[in-house]
């Protein structure tokens, strides 16, 4: 497991697991919990990292993808 915002941009990953429960709870009603395919599509490593999740695209704060631990499963 390695933290989400390690990951460069256009790597597929698979969600393990969340770290905090007010941001777990906010990432499910995003589509983002355990076990969800994700595409980094955009990682500058500072500042909003951006994901894809079943064709929609969502920005996350440096903190929180911090927080959301993944396994790489594709480029």
């Known amino acids: 497991m390695v933290p989400l ?5 256009g ?6 697991r ?3 429960r007010g941001i777990s709870e906010r ?3 995003m589509g983002l919990h355990p076990g969800s ?3 980094v599509v955009r990682n500058s490593f500072s500042g909003p ?4 999740v079943k064709g929609v695209q969502v920005a996350l704060g440096g903190g929180v993808s911090s927080r959301i631990y993944v396994e790489v499963i594709g480029e």
């Open 5 to 9: 915002n390690f990951i460069e941009p």
């Open 49 to 52: 990292l951006v994901v894809e």
């Open 11 to 16: 790597r597929r990953v698979r969600l393990i």
């Open 37 to 39: 395919d994700l595409r």
């Open 27 to 29: 990432l499910a009603e």
């Open 18 to 20: 969340v770290w905090g």
